[in-house]
Structure formats: structure tokens, C-alpha cells
């Protein structure tokens, strides 16, 4: 008998979601770190591993810090404190997911960081939580990438105390994180992203003349 998504622990549906987005492309070689949360802590990613090949032992426990709090001694994400951010600033938030598709990484390093890519008039913004039409102004603010994770986490906060209403956002050349209150809501709205940033490098390309 097959067991509903409210019977899976959280290792089992982040490993059923990797394997959906991996297969879309989104998470190649060791890249992106995904994490949900319950009542007592946060499963995150451990680093370093594919991400399509998860198994329950690649997870480790962390605390809203980003601290771990099992034995286990393995390595957490080097981006955790972007995901302790997001559960902390947004409390209804039950699943974070971080991907390193292509067209996030093309079209951030496109537009440049500190820039916005604004999606507009697509009827597949309705995909995203909260949104009921197309004629909605999705805004992913682009943050400039850096290994210094604590000044990027305060970037962010910063962003996100002045607006909101947003589901994700992106770094430049790196990826793309969003967030939700189930593993399905994120998968859905990192595939509508997915689609919806295609259709502006194709728009790119037509208003550029490229071939």
C-alpha cells in the first residue's frame, strides 16, 4: 500500500522531490541543498552528494541557528543559514528548496546582480502560492554571489523587510531558492519558475535578433 505524503518523513519526501527536479535537470553533479522542517528541527542536505542518488542517511538534524543537533558529525550545507533565514522570516514555511537549473543561472548572470527579473501577464504565475491571476508582477530580486554566506543571508533580510510577497529569489550565476509550506507546493512553484524564466530567454533571444 502506498503511504500519502503525510505518512513520508521529511527525508523521504525531500529524496522524492530531488529525484523530480533532478530529473528535470534542476539539480545537476552535487549541486542545490534542499531541507524541510518540523516541530523540533530542520533535515537539511548534507554536503557533497547528488542529490538524485539521496538515501535517508545523506540528511543531517540542525536547529533555527544552523546548528546541528544529532551526533552524526556530517557536514551541513555550506548555504544553511539561507535556509534557517527563510523559516525564521516566513514561520509558515515547512520546505526549502535551493536548484542550480540552467536558466536560473543563464538569465541571472544575464540581468547581473542587484537587479530584478520581473515576470508578468504569464497565466502560469497562478502556480504560485497565493496568486489567482495572470495579471499578478512576480519580482526575483538577484543577489550578487558570494562564499560569504552570513553577508548574502543579510542581503536578503534586508530585501525581504522591504518586500515581501515574493517565492523566490535568485543569486547570480548560482541558482534559484524558493519556499513553501509543503515539498509539492515548492516543486510546483520551482517548475512554473523553470518554465516562466525559459519563455524570457526566449524573449530575450527574439527581441535580440539571435538565431
Known amino acids: 500500500m502506498l503511504k500519502s505524503k ?5 527525508r523521504e519526501q525531500i ?11 534542476l539539480l545537476p553533479a552535487t549541486s542545490g541543498n534542499l531541507s524541510m522542517r518540523n516541530d523540533q528541527a530542520i533535515t537539511i542536505t548534507v554536503s557533497g552528494k547528488h542529490k538524485a542518488h539521496l538515501t535517508t ?9 544552523g546548528k546541528a543537533i544529532d551526533s ?14 527563510l523559516y525564521k522570516f516566513f514561520p509558515e514555511t515547512q520546505a526549502v528548496f535551493h536548484v542550480h537549473s540552467p536558466a536560473s543561472v543563464i538569465i541571472s548572470k544575464y540581468l547581473g546582480a542587484n537587479k530584478e527579473l520581473r515576470l508578468e501577464n504569464y497565466e502560469l504565475l497562478k502556480a504560485l502560492s497565493g496568486i489567482e491571476t495572470h ?9 550578487a554571489n558570494t562564499q560569504n554566506i552570513r553577508l548574502l543571508a543579510e542581503e536578503v533580510k534586508q530585501f525581504l523587510q522591504v518586500k515581501s510577497d515574493i517565492h523566490a529569489y535568485l543569486i547570480e550565476g548560482h541558482g534559484l531558492y524558493s519556499w513553501g509550506r509543503s515539498a509539492a507546493e515548492v ?3 520551482i517548475e512554473a519558475l523553470e518554465v516562466l524564466m525559459n519563455c524570457e530567454l526566449e524573449l ?7 538565431h
Open 204 to 210: 530575450i533571444k527574439l527581441n535580440k535578433g539571435i
Open 57 to 65: 542517511e545523506d540528511f543531517l538534524e540542525i536547529d533555527l541557528e
Open 72 to 85: 552524526s558529525g556530517k557536514k551541513p550545507s555550506a548555504e544553511t543559514l539561507l535556509h534557517t533565514q
Open 15 to 25: 529524496i522524492d522531490a530531488a529525484s523530480q527536479l533532478a530529473g528535470w535537470g
Open 135 to 143: 495579471a499578478h508582477i512576480e519580482v526575483l530580486p538577484i543577489f
Open 187 to 189: 516543486v510546483r512553484q
Open 6 to 10: 503525510q505518512d513520508l518523513s521529511n
